[in-house]
């Protein structure tokens, strides 16, 4: 028996050299549900798993990393735009000619209302940004909730792919 391990999920199988297939024992499931269910394993019912399974199981784990890579920089970017919102109403309040305006690593000053304009333009870049960030990670979800739903059809209580947050 190998172990073959990929971002939260755990397989343990025997591979058949002639149907080119595997035989894994129950359960797959996340490494964060692994010490909860270690008195559910059955190792007298084996469940055959096919290399499309397999390939099923993989894709599904590395949309997981996906979504939780998007949802870490959806973090960054709504930071971001409430930065963005912040300098803007304090350079309401700022009575100074010249305002400083970061353009990539340079400051430049530009009078307030063209501070407030490029304000306006970063702010509706980043509201952009985090939209798309939304609908990327709906979409990789969608294509997770129909993996999902196979791999439950296929294989039942036999595996584990929820969240635990």
Excluded at 52 to 64: G, L, S, T, Y
Excluded at 113 to 118: H, M, S, Y
Excluded at 133 to 152: E, R, T
């Amino acid at each position: 028996f190998d172990y073959f391990r990929k971002p939260d999920v755990h397989l343990h199988f025997s591979r058949d050299r002639k149907s080119k297939s595997f035989q894994f024992s129950p359960n797959i499931m996340s490494s964060k549900t692994d010490s909860k269910n270690k008195g559910t394993f059955q190792p007298d019912s084996d469940v055959h798993i096919t290399i499309d399974d397999q390939m099923k199981i993989n894709k599904f784990a590395n949309f997981n990393a996906k979504v939780e890579d998007l949802k870490e920089e959806l973090k960054v970017r709504q930071n971001e735009l409430k930065n963005l919102e912040e300098a803007g109403d304090e350079i309401e309040l700022m009575d100074e000619d010249t305002i400083p305006f970061l353009i990539g690593e340079v400051f430049v000053s530009h009078d307030l209302p063209r501070t407030q304009e490029l304000l306006a333009e970063a702010k509706e870049k980043k509201k952009q940004e985090i939209e798309n960030i939304q609908k990327l990670s709906k979409d990789i979800q969608d294509k997770m909730g129909d993996l999902k739903a196979h791999l439950y059809g296929r294989f039942g209580s036999n595996i584990y792919l929820e969240n635990d947050e």
